[in-house]
């Protein structure tokens, strides 16, 4: 049984497509920052407020579109 509520929670997690891409975004612009510039202390200033802020947006786009769906 925990196999099956296992499965159903990933796919309720990917069903969120919208924070995907958001969290992917966010990531992939640190993970650049930090290959482009490595060893810079700036660096870290810019990247973490980045992915917050991505991780923030992908959750509030996604959280309007539910609200959207729901109203329909």
Do not use: K
């Not at 920052?33 to 990247?47: E, K, R």
């Not at 923030?56 to 959207?68: E, M, S």
């Amino acid at each position: 049984m925990w196999l099956i509520d296992l499965i159903g929670g990933i796919v309720e997690f990917w069903r969120w497509w919208r924070l995907s891409i958001c969290l992917g975004i966010a990531v992939g612009i640190a993970v650049a920052l930090h290959n482009t510039f490595p060893d810079q202390a700036w660096v870290w200033f810019v990247s973490v407020p980045t992915a917050i802020i991505g991780i923030g947006l992908g959750f509030w786009w996604q959280i309007r579109a539910d609200d959207r769906d729901y109203e329909a």
